[in-house]
T-cell receptor, first 114, second 112 residues
Framework: KAGVTQTPRYLIKTRGQQVTLSCSPI?????VSWYQQTPGQGLQFLFE???????NKGNFPGRFSGRQFSNSRSEMNVSTLELGDSALYLC?????????????FGPGTRLTVL | SQKIEQNSEALNIQEGKTATLTCNYT??????LQWYRQDPGRGPVFLLL?????KEKRKERLKVTFDTTLKQSLFHITASQPADSATYLC???????????FGTGTRLQVTL
């Protein structure tokens, strides 16, 4: 069974630009969660989607948004990039809600904002 | 405020010994707690999930305990090997808010 895939793996943007990251979950998984990981803050929850609906959201500004498609694939968008948005963005999929199920993480997208 | 604390300093142990990692939390009443392993440059890998009504859970050389009175979980790796060297993260789920909150992780280094 193929694992969680994320594209692109690396991205360099400049301040003020916007970026879209993509995540393909494991086949049959309906939940996709997004996390931001930085050396200072660790792994922080962004949001979770289940069957195309946002189920939960972390404490991030409205510049961070996401969506999930009917095939469970998910995208995350960050608008008006700031230097502090430089991070590893991870997505994870699970069969059911992430709270109660094993999550499978992708390799991440390394975003650098210059 | 709600906090999850893991030993921020690296834990160095000798091969063959038991490694014990700690996860302490405050102001949470988690119904579930998960442990993950993360290698540099890679996403976390799920290891174990323990429920609040379970005191202990085992999987091969891994053992997790969950003490809701002390608000603490201990993660043990017996007969540790250099391949166990990684960062270990605990994550809490509460019964009402369903999002997963991660600790900052403890880096384990197993030497020969």
């Amino acid at each position: 069974k193929a694992g969680v895939t994320q594209t692109p793996r690396y991205l360099i943007k400049t301040r003020g630009q916007q970026v879209t990251l993509s995540c393909s979950p494991i086949s049959g998984h309906r939940s996709v969660s997004w996390y931001q990981q930085t050396p200072g803050q660790g792994l922080q929850f962004l949001f979770e989607y289940f069957s195309e609906t946002q189920r939960n959201k972390g404490n991030f500004p409205g510049r961070f948004s996401g969506r999930q498609f009917s095939n469970s694939r998910s995208e995350m968008n960050v608008s008006t990039l700031e230097l502090g948005d430089s991070a590893l963005y991870l997505c994870a999929s699970s069969v059911g809600f992430s709270s109660y199920n094993e999550q499978f993480f992708g390799p991440g997208t390394r975003l650098t904002v210059l | 405020s709600q906090k999850i604390e893991q030993n921020s300093e690296a834990l160095n142990i000798q091969e063959g010994k038991t490694a014990t990692l700690t996860c302490n939390y405050t102001n949470y009443s988690p119904a579930y707690l998960q442990w993950y392993r993360q290698d540099p440059g890679r996403g976390p890998v799920f290891l174990l999930l323990i429920r609040e009504n379970e005191k202990e859970k085992r999987k091969e050389r891994l053992k997790v305990t969950f003490d809701t009175t002390l608000k603490q979980s201990l993660f043990h790796i017996t007969a540790s090997q250099p391949a166990d060297s990684a960062t270990y993260l605990c994550a809490l789920i509460t019964g009402t808010a369903s999002k997963l909150t991660f600790g900052t992780g403890t880096r384990l280094q197993v030497t020969l």
